[in-house]
């Protein structure tokens, strides 16, 4: 079983592995304040070395744009404090992408590592959401806004799940910036059979699930 490695993650919002690497220099890695968001992963795939795919997995995650820090808890389980709702929405579409993943989301606390973890299930392709609050009244709001959160992810992935090789290709050539036409010739196609690439891999729905799911993340930072 291949690695999530950076060239797993070219299939996801990110982009092949020259761009990414191009996109985590032109970023900070630091931040000042306390980090807001956070990911929980649980890898629940079938592979007997397992410790060393998640490790490999994590580090693999480290080069994302946004992506503060990255810690290995036990054998099969990585959690990531990022820097904003774009960093955190990258790294769960790079979870999702890989296919063999429980995904948790958490948002603020004192710690939202904490707060990520206890929202990850143990099926893969699942996305928990929390957003820890003070008062009630917030509560309410943010426990509404976090099944929003988990909603709109769990479309994109059942997006991404049914996306064939041929559909990744296309897909992240566009995140890269490429148009239709460009995306073609590098593909060595026609910009009709781009285009069909594209619908059959749902290109339009991912946008506007992404979209949807960076709106609720910054909403989140409101609460």
């Given at each position: 079983?291949?690695?999530?490695t950076t060239r797993?993650?070219?299939?996801?919002?990110?982009g092949q592995a020259s761009i990414l690497d191009s996109?985590?220099?032109?970023?900070?890695?630091?931040?000042?304040?306390r980090p807001l968001f956070a990911v929980h992963a649980r890898f629940r795939g079938r592979t007997m070395r397992r410790a060393e795919y998640v490790r490999n997995s994590a580090q693999a995650m480290e080069h994302l744009p946004g992506v503060l820090k990255s810690t290995v808890e036990g054998v099969e389980e990585i959690s990531l404090l990022t820097r904003d709702a774009e960093s955190?929405?990258?790294?769960?579409?790079?979870?999702?992408?890989?296919?063999?993943?429980?995904?948790?989301?958490?948002?603020?606390?004192?710690d939202p590592s904490v707060v990520a973890r206890s929202c990850t299930g143990k099926r893969a392709g699942t996305v928990g959401a929390s957003i820890a609050t003070i008062s009630q009244n917030s509560s309410i709001a943010s426990s509404e806004l976090?099944?929003?959160?988990?909603a709109a992810f769990s479309l994109i992935g059942?997006?991404?799940t049914r996306r064939t090789e041929e559909g990744r290709e296309a897909t992240a050539l566009m995140r890269q910036g490429y148009t239709q036409n460009d995306a073609a010739a590098e593909l060595g196609i026609s910009k009709q059979a781009m285009s069909q690439r594209l619908v059959a891999a749902g290109w339009q729905a991912e946008q506007a699930g992404w979209d949807l799911a960076v709106h609720l993340l910054t909403r989140a930072e409101e609460l």
């Open positions: 079983m291949p690695i999530l797993r993650l070219e299939r996801t919002r990110i996109m985590a220099m032109a970023h900070t890695r630091g931040t000042s304040a955190e929405a990258q790294v769960v579409m790079a979870f999702l992408s890989a296919g063999e993943w429980a995904i948790g989301i958490g948002i603020g606390g004192h976090a099944s929003d959160i988990s059942h997006v991404l």
